[in-house]
């Protein structure tokens, strides 16, 4: 038995917060901040939803939304 149930949705979701502003590569005013997984671990990013630039990214948690027990809060 697993500690935790599988997840009923196929695609993984990351919420997300819009945030005032224009893209500086193609001037739209769709900017979202969230969560990632890239190379180097998990990163706080402001990106544009039109064309996906990045406008700023920030190292974010080691262990994303995991709290390992015993950890600092």
Same mark, same amino acid.
């Given at each position: 038995?697993?500690?935790?149930? !599988?997840? %009923?949705? =196929?695609? &993984?979701?990351?919420? !997300?917060? #819009? &945030?005032?502003?224009? $893209?500086?590569? $193609?001037?739209?005013?769709? =900017? #979202?901040?969230? !969560?990632?997984? %890239?190379?180097?671990?998990?990163?706080?990013?402001?990106?544009?939803?039109?064309? =996906? #630039? %990045?406008?700023?990214?920030?190292?974010?948690?080691? /262990?994303?939304? /995991?709290?390992?027990?015993?950890?600092?809060?």
């Amino acid at each position: 038995m697993h500690n935790h149930p !599988r997840p %009923s949705s =196929l695609t &993984v979701h990351s919420p !997300r917060a #819009a &945030v005032a502003g224009c $893209c500086p590569e $193609c001037g739209a005013s769709a =900017l #979202a901040s969230y !969560r990632v997984m %890239s190379e180097g671990g998990w990163w706080n990013v402001v990106k544009c939803q039109e064309c =996906l #630039a %990045s406008i700023k990214r920030e190292p974010g948690p080691m /262990f994303g939304a /995991f709290t390992p027990l015993g950890a600092p809060r």
